[in-house]
Structure formats: C-alpha cells, structure tokens
C-alpha cells in the first residue's frame, strides 16, 4: 500500500507542474465550457478513437482501449491512425470520429487554438487521465559517437514533424536542457514519428525523437540497435524543463535504454468531443475501468494506465459529463474536481 501511495503522490507532484505550464502559453484565451450538444440516449453501432501512427504508444494505447469497448459493449471501436493530433484534431471537431489519444499539453492548446494550434477546437472534452507518466526521448544508433547531448552539435536531427507539432516542442525544449541550439544542427525534415526513427535506423539521420517502450524502438532496434540518449540530471535541467511543463524522469529499463538514462515524462489523455453523447462516454469509460486488467495485457503502457490517474485534478480542458457521471459513481470525483472545473471555466 506504501508502494502505491508514493506512486500515487510522485504521480500528484508531477502532473501539477503541467498547470504551471499549461496556464501560461494560452493565458487570456477562453476555455469552453459549454454543454455537450449530442443528447441522444441511444449508443452509436461504432465509434473511432484517433491515434498516431501505428508502432506509437498512442496507437497502442487506441488499440487495447478499441479492443476492450468492442469486446465489453455494444459498441464497435476501431483505431484510426493520423500523422498526430494536429492532423486528427479537424476530424474531432467535425465529429468524424468520437475520442483521441493526445498528451496533456496538447490538449488544452487544441481547445483554445494556441501554441501548435491556429483555431480553436472548443469541443475537447478529457474523457479519461490516461498513461503518466508517458516517457519521449531521443535515440541514436548504439554505434554512433554521440553519447552526450553535447556531441549533437553538426549532427542531423528529425525535425518539424509534421502533422505531429508538440514533437517539434518537445524537441526544443530537449535542446535547451541539453546546452544544443536549432541552429547547432543540420535539421533533416520529417512528416511524423515513424519517420524520423526509421530514418536513424536507414542512417539518414543521427538523431530522433519517439516514445520509449512502444512497438516502434523494437523494429527499429532490430533493424540497428539503437541508444536513448539521457538528458543531464542537473538542476538547471529540471528548471528548464519545469518552465514548459514536462518532468525529467528516469527511464524504465527497456529496448534502447543502457543504464541510467533521464528522458521526458508527461500525461496521455484519452479525449472526446462535445459531439459524442453522454451515454456513449459513460458506457465506455465504464468499461475500461471494469476491465482494466484485460488492459493491462494489451500492452505494457497499460501498467501505466491506473485508476488513480482517470480522473485528474489539473485538468486543463473540462471532463466530459458521462466520464464525471461514472466517475462520481466509483467515488473518485471529488469537491477539488468541482472547484478545479470551476477554475478552469472561469
């Protein structure tokens, strides 16, 4: 019990650093709060959730959540993958599909239109608290010379990202930590995940950006070992990254990790739309938490995907009614829940 409780406050600690951040780049822009326009009592007979491409841990994530709400409900989910929720975001909003994988500082740039966002998307609703923390790091081929951050300088680093912009953020943040500049760097541009470590793998480029522990480092890797770089432990470090809202965390022991090695960690929401119906989120939120053990076999992230952390306190983006309806029903939507909703549709 001991165990989980520290889990559970380490857990508190650091996803509380995301409002420090989250505040601040869309200070002034309005959250919307407005109610969900789909009120139909009947389940829909499919329902799709958008990921990144397949072999990423969002992917991943979308396929046991699409297995489980198929295999438990009336309804039929299936995954479709995009380049990443900038690309997906437009098809949410449209209402092609019903829920989204996307990390905590995404969410509340989609929903008021800043940061890597040029509209606002006012339909995200957060639906579940997801994977914390959800580690991203950078990895080269195991043989190459580039041990330390210092040594990307002149190196090709994967670049832009495309449909997949916080990526890019996350890239530059990274840099800043690790004493690199952009200009440092001979910048090799890529349209998405898969592509910038694939082409570490081809030898096209030095240096790239990924989730650590997903499908994608394992085909890779069995192509040409590769090596995670690790951030330097430092303070200045840490204020670095505090500052844009991400923790330095030390990695699991997985593919591509040799020895301690302190990367990037951050939440991985599950998101819906205000389009999707209170019955529909209700029903499948249910589900998921009911059989979260058959979760947990899909896919090790899972383990990371704990009931604890379904409903956060420093959402950013206001829950959708049928997730707070279950929630309140098991007894973890609490008055900080009410009280941090009102904070955020002030």
């Known amino acids: 019990m001991e165990k989980r409780n520290i889990r559970f406050r380490t857990a508190f600690i650091l996803c509380a650093s995301f409002s420090f951040y989250l505040a601040g780049p869309a200070r002034g822009a309005k959250i919307d709060c407005g109610p969900v326009t789909n009120t139909s009592n009947d389940l829909p007979r499919t329902a799709a959730i958008g990921t990144n491409p397949a072999g990423t841990g969002a992917h991943s994530l979308g396929s046991g959540l699409a297995a489980v709400g198929s295999n438990t409900t009336p309804i039929s ?7 990443g929720p900038n690309a997906w975001m437009p098809v949410l909003q449209g209402g092609e599909i019903e829920f989204g994988i996307m990390n905590i500082l995404d969410a509340k740039m989609a929903q008021t239109g800043t940061g890597n966002y040029k509209r606002p998307n006012p339909e995200v609703r957060v639906v579940s ?3 914390f923390p959800f580690t991203v790091g950078w990895f080269v081929r195991d043989r190459s ?17 495309g449909g997949h912009a916080i990526t890019q953020s996350l890239q530059l943040i990274f840099l800043e930590a690790g004493g690199v500049k952009p200009t440092d760097l001979i910048q090799v541009r890529v349209s998405n995940i898969n592509d910038g470590a694939r082409g570490v ?22 192509a040409e070992p590769v ?15 505090a ?38 989120v209700y029903t ?4 998921w938490w009911e059989n979260l053990s058959e979760l947990q ?31 309140k029903e098991v007894g973890v939507w609490t008055p900080v829940h009410e009280s941090r909703t009102k904070e955020v549709c002030q």
């Open 77 to 83: 989910v299936r995954v479709q993958p995009f380049n």
């Open 129 to 131: 608290g997801g994977v």
């Open 145 to 161: 010379d580039i041990k330390e951050t210092k040594d990307l300088k002149g190196k090709r680093m994967a670049w832009d990202y």
């Open 201 to 222: 793998a081809e030898g096209k480029i030095d240096v790239a950006e990924t989730g650590i522990g997903i499908g994608l480092v394992e085909e890779v890797n069995a």
């Open 227 to 241: 090596r995670f770089l690790s951030l330097p432990n430092t303070d200045t470090a840490k204020a670095i990254l």
């Open 243 to 280: 500052k844009s809202g991400v923790s330095l965390v030390k990695s699991d022991p997985v593919t591509g990790i040799k020895g301690d090695t302190y990367v990037i960690g951050y939440p991985l929401h599950l998101v819906s739309s205000t389009k999707v119906s209170e019955k529909t």
């Open 284 to 287: 499948l939120v249910k589900a």
């Open 297 to 327: 076999t899909k896919h090790p992230l899972f383990k990371k995907w704990t009931k604890e952390m379904q409903a956060l306190t420093n959402f950013t983006v206001p829950y959708h009614p049928g997730a707070i309806k279950f929630y």
